[in-house]
């Protein structure tokens, strides 16, 4: 895919500002030109904003990919294990409800 006259910034409502202004900063920095092609221009992103944080270079994305992938699926099991707690918290409160009323009307 070649970049076409202007690079198109990614537009969504919830993105500030400043993230378009930082887009447009890093685009002019890298000198994008009409015809460039635009994975070469998200490599050469990537390796400039991710090198400075020890992130490592294109090379290492497949590792990366995969801790992302790993951290993503720790997340899903955690939501379940809230959600089990939560129900059976839940369930909890509804038997010392019970057992708080039945110890009312013994004691009546």
Excluded at 16 to 34: C, D, G, N
């Amino acid at each position: 895919v070649l970049v076409s006259q202007t690079v198109p910034l990614p537009y969504h409502s919830n993105v500030p500002l400043r993230i378009f202004s930082l887009y447009a900063l890093l685009i002019q920095h890298l000198h994008v030109k009409e015809g460039d092609d635009i994975n070469d221009i998200s490599v050469r992103l990537f390796e400039m904003v991710l090198v400075p944080f020890g992130l490592g270079t294109v090379e290492n994305l497949p590792g990366l990919q995969i801790k992302v992938t790993k951290l993503k699926k720790e997340r899903i099991l955690d939501a379940q294990r809230l959600e089990e707690f939560f129900t059976k918290n839940q369930q909890l409160r509804d038997q010392q409800k019970v057992l708080q009323e039945t110890i009312k009307i013994l004691e009546d």
